[in-house]
């Protein structure tokens, strides 16, 4: 696989990471609330999105109860 198209690029990933850590410590409480939210917010619409995805004809009322399950810790 040529790394050149890679969407992430592993071979500096460890200096990325620390760069990125850098970051989250600078933002202030506010910030790091909203990107907490931000981030959350898109991974509901990819939870949606996957399901729908396996589900095409999936209606609005079970779409919930699936995205329910996804993101509860019970059995």
């Known amino acids: 696989m040529n790394t050149d198209t890679m969407i992430?690029?592993?071979r500096?990933?460890?200096a990325k990471l620390l760069i990125e850590?850098?970051?989250a410590r600078k933002m202030t409480s506010k910030q790091s609330l909203?990107?907490?939210f931000d981030m959350n917010n898109a991974m509901l619409?990819?939870?949606i999105e996957s399901i729908k995805a396996?589900?095409?004809r999936i209606s609005e009322?079970?779409?919930l109860k699936?995205?329910?399950r996804a993101y509860s810790f019970r059995p």
């Open 61 to 63: 009322k079970n779409l």
């Open 12 to 14: 500096n990933r460890e």
């Open 8 to 10: 992430f690029d592993e």
């Open 54 to 56: 396996e589900k095409p």
């Open 66 to 68: 699936e995205v329910k």
């Open 34 to 36: 909203e990107a907490f």
């Open 21 to 23: 850590a850098e970051r």
């Open 45 to 47: 619409r990819i939870c």
